[in-house]
């Protein structure tokens, strides 16, 4: 039998501590894994909580993106959707599938001459008679779950579905709602509105397609001064794709520099021997000529004009130069469009431009029309001044068939005024028309103004304005624009001996 040693009183006690030293230990151990269980309880309550927080303001942040989104794509003023909004909304449509004979439709809606709205009820009563527009448009194109909105300033727009049955129905119905009568404050306000629109039947599905089509026949609705609404048609669409074309051509032909300067003589029958000249854009394209009434506001809708103008400005300057020097030529006018006047800097831009080529200044002549007096009168007057302070003069074209008259001449740095070729083609016939413009001329002499007939082509109108005391002339009698090659052979007839008239 094995003998086990028996234990001392030491290794009891050894053992006995051991473990009591363990058992403090286990209880160490269960009260920090208690405090760290209630930690990580505080913790998980707290990440609970700080999640919640978290979704709060997520949700709240969504709501805020979803204002200020809603905020960026709403017109302020009339609460429709904007230009933004629209053209989004016609890209969903065109892309949407649809029965077979239904088609996207975009009227566009102008407020014609809401400039006189404005000047008669001020800022606050114009904003009102908007605001009463979008709310007539809103209703209409609720009732045929359709959507209203607001392009520009004064253009808005109904987008909608439906086949070509009843639409124009549909298109009268809405111009007849909105020329009714807008009571504000008691008082009876009248809109005259042009209205066109264009569908997918005729124009390409594309949103630019469409926004062309639409824009293009609101364009001639505005031009004809037509009642009712204007339909894009096999004609128009036929323009369009015409317009399109041009657009690439005239691209190309800004790029190579292929617009030309031309010149037409202005007569001074006080002084026969000196002439001016006015400078107009011509455009040789495959021997022929196309007219300026047609890609010069493509030129604008395309963002070319001011560098357009800048070039021909440019060009004319550098080759009426020896003609001014000779003694050829008194003076050359140049036209700038309502755009060229609103660009920043353009009359410190354009007095550099011709200051580079050596044209003096004094002998250029800035032509603008009746239009820059309906786009922002104030920044007009303001860059008319600056234009005059650099040094050259300021005529008013096309005087008598727009919005202008003789008071709001008034305080205008303008040293010609140009008579409309309208006016002196009824002289002959009218003699209330020849009154008038005696009165004119009249007036243009004691204002220390020098008046500029315009559409001169008989001999009798010559002779009449001659009488009438009028100070310069112009018209195919003396010549139609021609290029400077042409002009100089001109100048050779007339050293000749022969006049404008005669060489002609």
Known sequence: MVQFPKSTSTDLELLQRRMSREKLARKEAERILEQKSLELYNANAALIEAHAALEKQVRALKVERDRVLTMSRTDFLTQLPNRSALLDLIDERLAARRPQGEHVWLFLVNLQHFQFINAALGPRGGDAVLRGVAERLHAVASRYSAVAGRFSGTEFAILLEAGASGIEDLGNEILTLIEQPILLDGREVRVEVAMAAAGTNLAERTTNALRLAADSALVKCRAEKARGVYWFDEKLLAETERRQQLEILLRGAIQRREIEPWFQPIIHPRDPEAISLEVLARWPEQGCLIAPGEFLPLAEDMGQRVALDSWLVQ?????????????RVREISVNVSPRDLMAPGFAQEFAATVAATGFPLESLVVEVTEAVFIENLDLMREQLFE??????????????????????????????????????????????????????????????????????????????????????????????????????????????????????
Do not use: H
């Not at 060009?315 to 003694?327: D, E, H």
């Not at 008038?436 to 001329?441: I, K, N, P, Q, R």
């Not at 009438?468 to 400077?484: D, E, I, P, T």
């Open 387 to 504: 234009l005059t302070r650099t040094g050259v003069r300021i005529a008013l074209d096309d005087f008598g068939t727009g919005y202008s008259n003789l008071r709001s001449l008034v305080g205008l740095p303008f040293s010609k005024i140009k008579l409309d070729r309208s006016l002196i083609g009824e002289m002959e016939t009218s003699d209330r028309v020849a009154m008038l413009v005696s009165t004119l001329v009249q007036w243009a002499r004691a204002s220390n103004l020098e008046i500029v007939a315009e559409g001169v082509e008989t001999e009798m109108q010559s002779i009449l304005l001659k009488s009438l005391g009028c100070s310069s002339l112009q018209g195919y009698l003396f010549g139609r624009a021609m290029s400077a090659r042409n002009l100089e052979k001109r100048f050779e007839m007339l050293a000749g001996g022969a006049s404008w008239a005669q060489a002609s």
């Open 315 to 327: 060009q004319a300057c550098i080759q009426a130069l020896p003609w001014l020097r000779s003694g």
